[in-house]
């Protein structure tokens, strides 16, 4: 039945029950506390909780609901969606607990023939509180439910309230037995859900949960609180989940199965050239697609557009997540544009407005997608550059805070950064990672504590900054290492005549070359000499207060002493480098203007050796085509040598002349404005630049992203770094053409092409042989079963090139050969790419001794490193390493024997 079917019969039921129709109302809802619908009586609770009258004694509805706390569960359990569609009957002060027990009974159990569901009352479990006797009578002697499928439970597994002090009531649920291929037999009167076992939930599918909305509840933590009285009215509100009646009615192993979610997924296979039911993780990640594509296409529908906070942010992690599962599926190109509009297909017969909405929908998807990509892209690059840089150093991992790095800067999320090193043949220094996070969490909280407690902070900088009278100067526009005095030594925070070394210390000096961090431009690195010997490594220049020149470092030899003479030198080559990016920063600021209009004004900026980071004000994402102009633009004036030039002047006469100030600094009456090429750039800034663009070399344009409502990101390469990273694409293009044999590398992409192509019809071949030759062998290998304790078991290893999909093709036929004269435990195993795959079968007399090859296959997957799982008669995992496959093995005949023993 198709699950558009269902919702109409759903409505058509009720609706002849006298029911108000109600149509579903908005996945968002007015009132900004609550996130989304998440359950069909959302729209009714002033009903229910009595705030205001029903208009209807007697409703129905078939709500859309999101719940983003099942996120995790999709495509792991059989029943969990983001997004899914919960039907419902409602009573406010009418029918109560019997006439809600006979609508559902007679909607499940009726014939398809005759208007109903048709299940077969044998497979119907329910449950419900252990004082409602009322119930329990009604269901096991007026409908006749065997008692042994009634479960009574206690209170807190059983009620519903809305966790304060008001209406709260039992439930009762309804529960749909798959039968013995989905798990064992649950003990009479248990639903085995309680404590829940992924086997059992696989069995008995919880469809239906009726609320009776009996009693008025006091104050109290949890569930632990008084009933004081029964309420004046009394409600009934249920939800069934439309999906769930969906893949029991259509036979299917699970609602990402269903004609409104399997299109995607029949998409998503044609995309990527995976197979569903292939490989486990590949199948997670399918469904992730199938059911992702539709909760966005619904959240757009109702007006929910990407964003970084609350709903947007839930909308935004769905794309993202869909994208990425087609990544790790292997398909790199958009996947929106031919998804979507699959999703829309399926679901319009029951949401007619997705046709006409369709154009805006798909608009606001695909360029969330393109989004995401851009970020992905710029952050790949640098990806492929710590890689080499890790690779270059003969390192097997990628540190922590290049990951972390990765994630601050890039948004890439930690598993994503795992997975791809892994391709690479790296690990991930995963727990400095986790420092590197905590850190950062900890800084946050250190940077709120010291803004409360600023005060004492600063009190010493203003006393050194008034002590002294004027502010430090600073001479490293011109000079690079000057002969001082040191002025004030502080250690921890305090004051200090003299410290010896080791130790971390702080210096203020009487004059300095170094360059205090400000304006997006980092501080700069050197040593400070110290008469008599004392030597200060510097690694941090910061103003605490405004006018103080503060130099941080560590004294590494020799002593530092109050009064002492010193000559402070600035590391040239980092100076350089980061002179190089800010200078490129102006100009890319400048070119992004020309290219996008005035509006394009900067936000932030960061300039690092080599490196450069913008962030600008603009609606919407840079295309491609600008970002080559401005890229195009910037170096054609690298090569002008443009005279890059300072001038002093009163901040009025620099307004007039056009220069840019960034919003929210604040100047003093006299400014210093960097020009570039006269008056093509003009910007106020105290930052240090080259004397001309032609000391830039080289900028490289690393990709563009939305940092935030309205604030787009560049990042660019500058000088050598962008001069290594071309050279590097470069001769990765040389070798791919020469390994290729393409004269010209523009005819590279078309080889590729064709090279997929042929080895996609390769490994079909490949496949076909593998089967021929498995099914020769598989005579052959039903006569070496050995016995353990009476059962026969053959535990194989069917070795290289043999994946999950091949070995559960041998696994049938072994199982069909060695038939039903003994019990029979089937364990074999393969490796396919580095990656080891097992099944495990049982026959049916080995299942009637209680094995299981799901819990088997489970030892089997640990022991190698892997997971996996499936039913009492067939499994499969896999993931584990190759080598570990003989430990799988044992593992699987260990705790057969266990079991046996058992
Ligand atoms: P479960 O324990 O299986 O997660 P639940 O107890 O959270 O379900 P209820 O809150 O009782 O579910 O919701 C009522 C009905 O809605 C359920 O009986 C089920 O049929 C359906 N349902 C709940 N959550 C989902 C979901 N994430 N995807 C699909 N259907 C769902
Ligand atoms: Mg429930």
Redesign the pocket.
Known sequence: MRTSEIHRRWLDFFAKKQHEVVPSASLVSNDPSILFT???MVPFIPYIVGTEKAPHARAVSVQK?I?TN?IE??GR?T????????AGNFSFGDYFKRGAIDFSWELLTTSQDEGGFGFDPEALWFTLWEQDEESYQHVTEVIGLDPSRVVRLPWEESCWDTGQPGPAGS?G??HVDRGPEYGPDAPSGRVP?WP?TPDA?DRY?????L?FDQFLRGEGKGKDYPLLGELDQKSID????????AYLLQGKAN?YEIDQVFPVIEKAQELSGRVYGADAEDDVRLRIVGDHVRSALMLVSDGVRPGNEGRGYVLRRLIRRAVRSMRLLGHTDPAMPALLPVSKAAMVESYPELEADFPRISDIVTSEEEAFRRTLESGTAIFDQLVGDVRAGGGRSLPGDDAFRLHDTYGFPIDLTVEMAAEAGLAVDEDAFRSAMSEQRERARADAAAKKTGHTDTAIYNRLLSRRGEDVPFLGYTESSVATTVESVLVGGALVNSADAPADVELVLAATPFYAEAGGQLADQGRVAVAGGGIVEIDDVQKPVRGLIVHRGRLVEGSVAQGTEAVATIDQDRRGAIARAHTATHMVHQSLREELGEGATQAGSENSPGRMRFDFRYGQGVPRSALEQIEGRVNTLLQDELAVTDQQMPIDEARALGAQALFGEKYGDIVRVVSIGGDWSRELCGGTHVDSTGAIGSVQLMGESSIGSGVRRVDALVGLSAYRFQAKEHALVSQLSEMLKVGASEDLPERVASMTQRMKDMEKQLAALRGQQLQAEAGKLAEQTVDVSGIRLLAHDAGEGIAAGDLRTLALDLRTRLGEDAPVVLALTGHEDGRAALVVATNAGARDQGLAAGSLLRTGAEAMGGRGGGKPDLAQGGGGEPARIPEALSAVRGALAEAIRA
């Open positions: 998440i359950a069909g609901c719940r099942d569960n999709v359990t029943r969990h969606g983001t997004f899914f569609q919960m439930t649920e309804w859900e829940g939930e599918i919880e469809i239906w949960n609320v249920t939800g069934l989940g439309v999906e769930r009646v609602m």
